[in-house]
């Protein structure tokens, strides 16, 4: 493969959609529109568009792999090794996961340590293919250095990843199913980023200058404009990231906004995909049209990553909700089989260098009969179709929510949270946040449904909160210890549940368990005037207690559950 090319089929699809979709030159122009109107762009943004975004370029670009791979009997059976084995493995990864959050953490550590090098593989992989059918004559060191600039900027990226302190854990509501970096020291990461960082430089200019001395500016256009994609995704953010500087005029490569402009970077890259992917389709022999093909990649992809959801989801096998931790498990299994499927089969020898670089084409497959009948066949299919509408119905309930939500129509959040239930759709955190609204207006028992319907789906400490505090409203003080008590058991240092545990056990009638969560709370916020005010009530209740005790007297047990109204208002008036 060292042999120059005649440029006589330069482009796959011409210059324009070559270099805007395949070469990064679309994410290019983005970046210069966002660098003069960026925050405009964003706050004006349709909540809508990512969303829709992942539905119609990230799902079928994910189902292109599925398609290539498992379509032809020839092609799973070249690639059995991956098709079954590997498969089966990452399925077994992802079901330990659901029920075991050690094991989910690693796999969604494994994925988003491996994507930025999947981007990275095909950012090279399609330098070297625009490079032949340019007819450069790129020898073996020429790549050794075109191969290394991409490399090192991947390996830049991925030690910013893993210092120590980026877990990303944020609230105690968090999933445990989440990013865990290695935590290298940052004594060493003071040392390595900036070696990494120098020799990336080096390589990207050296391999610049190598390959300008082997064929004009123009022939290397494509390849120019992927390291210059390569730097925008990566090297750059990642050095200002670690340098702690946040260039504010220049939000794109400010890493506060990383998580809203890395979207755009995945469309970028799921876009490149599908031009690739497509332009292969149709030299393979059996292509019937791009809307056929687009509608079997578009239901593989559906397939892959709803059905998961729904089969392991609350509803199902699984017991986890999509906001805490079944999401990011089934994007992290999903990712982690499209890498590996991909590592195998896009590699520029053989015949793929045949059909990419030289513009073969090949023979049909003859149709030959299969395990998998016609009849089975219809409903793999069907199943990826409905897939696909489980998406969209989906990301459009998800917009219904923040629409219901803006407008404060509880009513309509509610039953919008209910038909998201019906495929196990609904959320924990989003349950939790309604029953605090219900609560605010005073609906004691619907915020109860809500807060328990949460619960169901994650062991919240705030829903157990909320659940204490309908119970304290409706003057049942010793079931909203006991749920205080409950969410401590997940969150031993909540103040809000520590204060209201020890406010509960006091008025039902039970000080002695009050104060240790009231002297907790005040070591935790030793400034607290509330605190220190219940603290004193607390003292004086057990001193009262101690006393009644010394005269043979049990304590007033106040207002338990089932009480009366009118120890209920004594209660409150306590």
Known sequence: ??????????????????????????????????LLAGPTLRESQPALLFPLIALLVGTPHYGATLVRVY?????????????VWAT????AFFVAGIYVPAIGA?????????????????????????????????????????????????????VVMHGAGDA?????????????????????????????????????????????????????????????????????PFVLRY??????????????????????????????????????????????GYAPW?????????????????????IGLGALSMDQGLAILVAAAVNVHHFVLDGAIWKLRGRIAEILIRNATETAEAPRASWLGAGARRAVWAAGAFGIGLFAFHIVHQDLVRAAELRGDLAALRSTWQRLAWFGLDEAHGRLQLGRKLLAQGDLEGARAEFERSLALAPLPGAWDGLAETHARAGEWLLAAQACERGLERAPDDLSLLGHGAIAWRLAGQPERALPLIERALSLDPGNANLASEHRRVVAAVGSAGRARTAGMQPAAGALAGSGASEVRAADSR
């Open 1 to 34: 493969m060292t042999a120059a090319q005649p440029p006589a089929n330069r482009w796959l699809f011409g210059p324009v959609p070559d270099l805007l979709l395949g070469c990064g030159g679309a994410y290019a122009l983005l970046v210069g529109v966002l």
């Open 71 to 83: 379509e032809h009997r020839a092609d799973r059976r070249r690639y059995a090794l991956f098709t």
């Open 88 to 91: 089966a493995l990452i399925a």
């Open 106 to 158: 690693f796999l969604v550590t494994l994925y988003l340590s491996w994507s930025p090098w999947h981007y990275t593989g095909q950012n090279y992989g399609i330098a070297v293919m625009f490079a032949r059918r340019n007819g450069v004559a790129i020898s073996d060191a020429d790549k050794r250095w075109l191969y290394w600039s991409f490399l090192l900027s991947f390996l830049l990226a991925l």
């Open 168 to 236: 990303g854990v944020g609230s105690n509501y968090v999933s445990p199913i989440h990013f865990v970096p290695i935590g290298i020291p940052a004594s060493v990461l003071g040392v390595v980023v900036p070696v990494l960082g120098t020799a990336a430089a080096v390589a990207l200019v050296t391999a610049a200058v190598r390959l300008l001395r082997l064929a004009p500016a123009r022939a290397l256009l494509p390849v120019g404009l992927l390291m210059l994609t390569q730097l925008l995704w990566f090297s750059l």
């Open 243 to 288: 340098y702690e500087i946040h260039p504010r005029r220049l939000e794109p490569f400010d890493f506060d906004f990383r998580t809203y402009y890395f979207l755009w970077i995945a469309a970028g890259h799921q876009i490149q995909y599908l031009w690739v992917t497509s332009w292969y389709a149709r030299q393979t022999g059996q292509w019937s």
């Open 294 to 314: 687009y509608g079997k990649v578009l239901a593989a992809g559906g397939g892959v990553w709803m059905l998961p959801a729904l089969i392991f989801g609350p």
